[in-house]
């Protein structure tokens, strides 16, 4: 493995801070949201209360201080170094889920999310070193060559057919619709938020950027997909489990991501053969670590429920008692 250059190793430092305050986040905006749909429309059913709840604008300033240090590590290292990292997220989403929200991971989901952090390690020891990007220019040249047009429009085309036509029908029951959404658009605006904040460190470098109309673009770019993702994330954490959103969101929004980076800024042409194998091994691990979330759901919903009552509950792998969904101990005192 080839020794990290200083500033892949700043990336990686700002990555991790990041999955850190983002995977607080996902619990703190949920307890705003379930706080709003008691005592109104849920967000899942067009709600917007929540923007009344303390709790919820709490995770969102939290949120947004781990996007930020997520946004300068785009500066620094490559999207297949600094994506990965997200898996950190999920461990500290479940640890805060279990106090917080009283949500109990069940042991194969706990293995879950180490096969994902696994995987996610894999992929960092082999990330290849980003090549020099000397103007935002340079980025909007990779951003118009024919294979990222076309990755953009098919990816556009995905998202208006799921919001139209599939979230209507099947959002409130499908995981992957809302969190389809976020993931697909996800994958654009990393490409995006790395092209300003290059511009914005090459700006404190003394070349200023934004006298290019190409990063205004940018900008705006990021603007319209930063919003669709909230509002769509907002309807996926209010209508399901959080300990499934934070590790399928990952997996999807990692693997977009990555494949927009290999296209647009070509990650892999320097790499050997033996390297790209082995990330591809990393992705592996973690989509293997996802399949363990989603098929041990009824593990857990049968050990949460010994020595109770054996009624099925829809929320996989975590059992919540305090959520929208009532509880097998709910149903007996009714």
């Given at each position: 493995m080839d020794q990290m250059s200083s500033d892949n190793i700043n990336g990686l430092i700002l990555a991790v801070s990041s999955s850190i305050f983002i995977g607080s986040s996902f619990i703190i905006k949920k307890k705003g949201l379930k706080k709003a749909g008691a005592s109104g429309v849920r967000a899942g059913e067009g709600g917007h209360g929540y923007l009344y709840e303390p709790w919820w604008w709490a995770g969102m300033i939290t949120m947004i201080v781990g996007e930020v240090a997520n946004f300068a590590a785009y500066a620094f290292a490559p999207a297949i170094l600094v994506t990965p990292l997200g898996a950190l997220s999920i461990i500290f989403s479940a640890v805060l889920a279990h106090f917080i929200l009283q949500e109990k991971l069940h042991i194969f989901g706990v293995l879950g999310c180490v096969l994902c952090v696994v995987g996610s390690?894999?992929?960092?020891?082999?990330?290849?070193?980003?090549?020099?990007?000397?103007?935002?220019?340079?980025?909007?040249?990779?951003?118009?060559?024919?294979?990222?047009?076309?990755?953009?429009?098919?990816?556009?085309?995905?998202?208006?057919?799921?919001?139209?036509?599939?979230?209507?029908r099947y959002g409130k029951t499908h995981l992957i619709v809302y969190v389809g959404i976020c993931s697909l658009m996800g994958s654009l605006t990393v490409m995006s938020v790395k092209a300003v904040a290059i511009a914005i460190k090459l700006t404190f470098s003394e070349m200023n950027q934004f006298k290019y109309f190409q990063t205004w673009i940018f900008i705006i770019v990021v603007t319209i997909c930063c919003i669709l993702q909230i509002n769509y994330l907002n309807k996926a954490l209010d209508t399901f489990n959080t300990a499934v959103i934070s590790p399928v969101y990952y997996v999807m929004f990692t693997t977009f991501t990555i494949i927009a980076s290999m296209i647009m800024f070509k990650d892999w042409a320097s790499q050997s053969g033996l390297k790209i194998a082995t990330e591809l091994c990393g992705f592996v691990t973690i989509l293997s670590g996802t399949f363990l979330l989603h098929k041990t759901k009824d593990m857990g919903n049968s050990a949460s429920g010994r020595g109770a009552s054996s009624t099925p509950r829809d929320n996989p792998v975590f059992t919540s008692s305090g959520s929208g969904r009532s509880s097998s101990s709910d149903k007996i005192a009714s």
């Open positions: 390690t894999t992929i960092v020891l082999h990330a290849p070193h980003e090549q020099e990007i000397k103007s935002v220019k340079q980025v909007w040249k990779l951003a118009i060559e024919p294979g990222f047009l076309v990755y953009s429009a098919v990816i556009l085309i995905v998202v208006l057919v799921l919001i139209f036509y599939y979230e209507p």
